[in-house]
């Protein structure tokens, strides 16, 4: 398919779920599946603060952690998917209610399904050096970009807690963040 073929299948769907029969569908498919939408007024950020304020603050850190750098497209896609990992890979809540069992659900797992930081390393020995030099350049910028929301995000945490609204003390079987410091990023 090409791209007006792309672009007229696309207008004919939108057609189709802007009409008044496309809108009752999508409304009772929502309300029989108990989904509900919560929009925010044009133009005021302010009403959704939190996820707002994490947008900026992954916004800024991305721009110090890139620098003076000089990266290809290619490169700075390949850091940004690598920060959105980063990103997806913070913990929400406990998958289960057993104090063994360390493993959290992660925006990840509900965007994609399964943990965003699972990967494959392959073997970089037979790759030309330019090109693994060029690798270690984007690793550095998405390992300074872990250092930085790591200790920025959980600084927030920490203060929203604390200032905002009162919480009772940890026990055993909660989930609690630890911070190493050192600790390869997204682990």
Known sequence: M????????????SSSIF?????????????????QFHFIPPKAPHFRGLWEAAVKSARQL??????SASLTYEELETV??????????RPLTPMTNDPSDISFLTPG???????????????????K???LSRWELVSQVKHEFWKRWSNEYLHELQQRHKWKK?????????MI???????????
Request: aromatic share 2%.
């Open 2 to 13: 090409n791209f007006v073929g792309t672009s007229n299948k696309l207008s004919e769907l």
């Open 19 to 35: 009409s008044e029969n496309g809108k009752q569908l999508v409304t009772s498919t929502c309300s029989s599946k108990g989904i």
């Open 62 to 67: 991305l721009i110090r952690s890139v620098g």
């Open 80 to 89: 940004v998917i690598e920060i959105e990992a980063i990103l997806n890979s």
């Open 109 to 127: 797992h509900l965007l994609i399904g399964e943990d965003p930081t699972a990967q494959v390393d392959t073997e970089a020995s037979s790759k």
């Open 129 to 131: 050096l330019s090109l």
């Open 166 to 174: 009162s919480s009772p003390n940890i026990k055993p079987g909660d």
């Open 177 to 187: 963040i630890i911070k190493k410091d050192n600790t390869p990023s997204m682990k």
